[in-house]
């Protein structure tokens, strides 16, 4: 039976990747498949990994209809069997419910790639409703770090080297200029996060001459069991 499934992390964290081979493993056993992507970094209509590795993807605007674009793929005689999903967290609620639909109606499988929280730690509509009606929720197995060596848990937006915690939801990084600077993304532990330590600030810390070693706001790694 086909399912809807929503691979979810941070940043940094392989979901793009992930989603690339996916799509390579169902070319390469002969399935035909759509891949889909919203605001990524590399620009429009591409689904990019920060490893390097791209392909050609349908960009999904707000008032793309995806159970009229499967429709219309079959009735062109282009059969869908599976949909590469990324950014999904950029969806549309109403149109994470129609990959539903195109998953119980049509027997498609849907994997779906999305961070699930945005820079205010608010969830994103479209990964909300993702964790709603997902038949599975997947973390990947990659872990993003903290720049203190941690689990990264949270993504921090930053603005010409400051994390702010307010501002519109969507604004995309790396590329492109906000309207008050330079926009970047930085993955961190929660302590970090809520201590707004980014790794620019940890470095402009301990740069301070009023700063001794012991005093950085380090978080002590986990002791790993004996034997390990």
């Known amino acids: 039976m086909a399912e809807l499934v929503f691979f979810s992390g941070t940043m940094d964290c392989g979901k793009s990747t992930l989603a690339l081979q996916m799509d390579h ?15 990524d970094r590399a620009g429009e209509a591409v689904l990019s990994s920060r490893l390097g590795l791209s392909r050609e993807a349908l960009e ?4 793309l209809d995806l159970w009229d674009l499967v429709v219309e793929q079959a009735t062109h005689g282009r059969p869908v069997q599976y949909l590469i999903c990324d950014e999904a967290q950029f969806y549309t609620a109403r149109q994470v419910e129609q990959l539903a639909r195109i998953v119980d109606e049509m027997d498609i499988d849907v994997y779906a790639f999305g961070i699930m929280a945005d820079f205010r730690t608010e969830l994103f509509p ?49 590329t492109t200029s906000g309207p008050t600077g330079e926009v970047e993304y930085e993955v ?37 069991p004996r034997g390990a």
């Not at 002969?30 to 992507?37: A, E, I, K, S």
């Not at 999904?60 to 008032?63: I, M, N, T």
Request: hydrophobic residues 40%; proline residues 6%.
């Open 188 to 224: 961190l532990c929660r302590r970090h996060y809520m201590r707004r330590m980014t790794s620019h600030a940890a470095r402009a810390q301990a740069a301070s001459p009023e700063v001794l070693p012991f005093d950085l706001d380090l978080c002590p790694l986990p002791i790993p």
């Open 126 to 174: 479209g990964s909300r409703r993702l964790v709603e009606l997902a038949d599975r929720l997947q973390v990947p197995q990659v872990e993003a770090l903290c720049w203190c060596g941690r689990r990264a848990t949270h993504n921090a937006r930053v603005v010409d080297g400051h994390m702010v915690v307010e501002g519109a939801q969507v604004v995309v990084g790396d």
């Open 25 to 39: 493993n169902h070319r390469a056993r002969g399935r035909q498949g759509l891949v889909l992507t919203k605001h």
């Open 60 to 63: 999904v605007g707000d008032e």
